[in-house]
């Protein structure tokens, strides 16, 4: 029996991805990336990359997922997309650098992603503080959630590309929205992943130093967070408010209350809210 009409059309207007070419130009001549499996449906790429993780799988093992119908956010939000309309995608690592260094991966991982966004589509694109890619209105295009398993960690991607206006929540984007046009994601991927492991490398040779590996400088020069006046809402729904003042050598926001200086890691934090000046 024939597709629906509606099912061809959407082929066209979202195609599926190209597992084996894509597999086969990302490995080529990597010295990261092992494998890249397209699965038509999944219920999270961070979850199942969890457990093949437990299970030994090798760095380097990369996961896309056409349709993610259990995604996660951070602190178990909800991350939702319409089948083959953005990327969602995970990556496993087994970082050898002091844990505490660990939470620069979900940054470097957004630098790395805004740089692919701006080479294939054109997108200005910032990073706010600690997991979202950001359009230049603010509105979000993609978040971050790197997880700990073990001596792993699985960091996942979802990025809104032909994500339609309807099908987004009123503080979200896509990047053919504000492109104007469709984004071929194929190439966007390639281009984050090869984006990822030039960074990934660097940092891990250098024991997860943001400093000497630059990351620190291309981190405050894409975040839209550090400079500006902020909420910040706790776990247990208390909030405080104060002037981002930097990212320190762990990863953690530095914020200036008035009464003192904090350091938050991703983990202690809720909400980061961004507000006028003098509000």
Not at 67 to 87: E, I
């Amino acid at each position: 029996m024939p597709d629906a009409p509606s099912a061809r059309w959407s082929e066209l207007d979202r195609p599926p991805l190209d597992a084996a070419a894509l597999q086969a130009a990302l490995v080529r001549d990597s010295r990261l990336w092992r494998s890249l499996e397209v699965a038509p449906e999944v219920g999270s790429t961070n979850a199942d990359l969890a457990a093949r993780a437990a299970d030994d799988a090798p760095e380097g093992t990369v996961l896309v997922a056409e349709h993610q119908v259990s995604g996660r956010g951070r602190l178990d939000r909800t991350w939702t997309s319409p089948p083959r309309a953005g990327l969602t995608v995970s990556v496993l690592l087994r970082p050898d650098v002091p844990a505490a260094r660990r939470g620069w991966l979900p940054l470097l991982t957004g630098i790395a992603l805004g740089e692919a966004v701006g080479e294939v589509s054109g997108v200005r694109s910032s990073l706010k503080w600690p997991n979202d890619l950001l359009a230049a209105d603010g509105t979000k295009l993609a978040g971050i959630l790197a997880e700990v398993t073990g001596a792993a960690v699985v960091v996942g991607t979802g990025l809104n590309v032909n994500t339609r206006r309807e099908e987004l929540p009123p503080t979200g984007t896509s990047l053919a929205l504000v492109a104007g046009s469709s984004v071929d994601r194929g190439p966007l991927l390639l281009a984050f992943l090869r984006a990822l492991e030039r960074r990934y490398l660097a940092w891990t040779a250098a024991l997860g130093d943001p400093a000497s590996t630059g990351l620190a400088a291309d981190y405050l020069a894409w975040c839209s967070t550090v400079g500006a006046e902020v909420t910040v809402t706790m776990p247990d729904g208390s909030e405080l408010a104060g002037t981002a003042t930097a990212v320190d050598w762990d990863g953690r926001l530095v914020l200036d209350t008035g009464g003192g200086t904090v350091e938050l890691a991703s983990g202690d934090v809720r909400h980061v809210r961004t507000r006028p000046r003098g509000a």
